[in-house]
């Protein structure tokens, strides 16, 4: 099911009424609403923890796999890989996600939450380019792992050889790693969902008078350089309040501003807002896990949810 842009989102549970957000450029014309009962306290949703030894990152990776109940069709299973997979356990994703499959609102899903390392800053970040202050340094590194270590780890532990999609994930910095990933291995993946992505990233300081955001921004440019793969969709998601830097000085702040511009340079490739992109901006929203967990339901019936 596609969740067209031209959209407010709103979750209703027990308790507490969520505005989701609003997709900024356009004129919201449509609702969408979402009955979600909170969890009760059996999650229908397994968890199964794994600690991969990576040769790349020359560390233990602890991944936290989230099963579907109905999964027998391994044809019908989707795979989400989510960075910063300790957040999940703060928003109980499992939570989230069970209530989801027990209402019979998306498609099966299986999900992975990668566990961050303490170089964080390193292993995340755009695998072909160091932004300006060198961070970033592994992230080739950890897209290898991804694609040589991971994903065969789960093909063999699983006993599932193909999935039906391949989707990446992730908050802030981990938002643009996953968006890398996926832009970088259109191959593989087919979906890529950011939170508060870190799209800032860049390899010149902001303060150096050659400072252009429109050629130093790294994932605009890359966006701006690669192809076009009619397959791939995109959902971005921001707060208004994830942060108070407005270095252009335009009223509006940078994680928006930078956002909404992405989103301009993959309309220029061809992406179309409603079929290929939703963009979900929530009102009074941070840049916290908080947040996130508000805006997953959305996500997730984007990407995965069934037709009625």
Not at 26 to 35: D, G, Q, S, Y
Not at 78 to 86: A, S
Not at 166 to 178: E, I, N, Q, Y
Request: proline share 3%; net charge negative.
């Amino acid at each position: 099911m596609y969740v067209n842009c031209i959209q407010m989102y709103f979750l209703t549970a027990k308790k507490t009424n969520y505005v989701f957000g609003r997709h900024r450029p356009l004129n919201c014309i449509a609702f969408l609403i979402f009955e979600v009962m909170l969890a009760d306290k059996t999650s229908r949703i397994k968890i199964q923890h794994h600690t991969i030894s990576s040769e790349f990152l020359e560390r233990d990776v602890l991944v936290d796999c989230y099963l579907p109940h109905h999964s027998k069709d391994h044809a019908h299973i989707n795979l989400l890989l989510i960075n910063d997979g300790q957040d999940l356990r703060t928003m109980k994703f499992e939570d989230i996600l069970g209530n989801l499959e027990k209402g019979h609102l998306v498609e099966p899903l299986f999900c992975v939450g990668i566990h961050c390392a303490p170089d964080r800053k390193n292993e995340y970040g755009t695998a072909k380019i160091l932004d300006y202050k060198g961070r970033g340094a592994k992230a080739s590194l950890f897209t290898r792992f991804v694609m040589e270590e991971l994903l065969p780890y789960l093909r063999l532990t699983y006993r599932i050889y193909s999935f039906k999609q391949k989707a990446f994930a992730g908050f802030s910095l981990g938002g643009l790693c996953a968006l890398d990933i996926v832009w970088n291995h259109p191959q593989e993946f087919s979906i890529a969902g950011a939170f508060s992505g870190s799209f800032w990233w860049r390899d010149m300081d902001q303060d150096d008078p050659e400072f252009d955001e429109e050629i130093n921004r790294i994932m605009h440019r890359q966006v701006r350089e690669g192809g076009y793969y009619p397959w791939l969709r995109f959902f971005f998601e921001v707060g208004t309040k994830d942060e108070t830097a407005d270095r252009n000085n335009n009223g509006i702040i940078d994680s928006i501003d930078d956002t909404l511009s992405l989103i301009r340079e993959l309309n220029l490739k061809g992406y179309e807002d409603g079929r290929d992109i939703c963009y979900l901006e929530l009102s009074e929203g941070k840049h916290d896990v908080p947040t996130w967990a508000e805006a997953f339901p959305a996500f997730l019936t984007w990407g995965w949810g069934k037709a009625k």
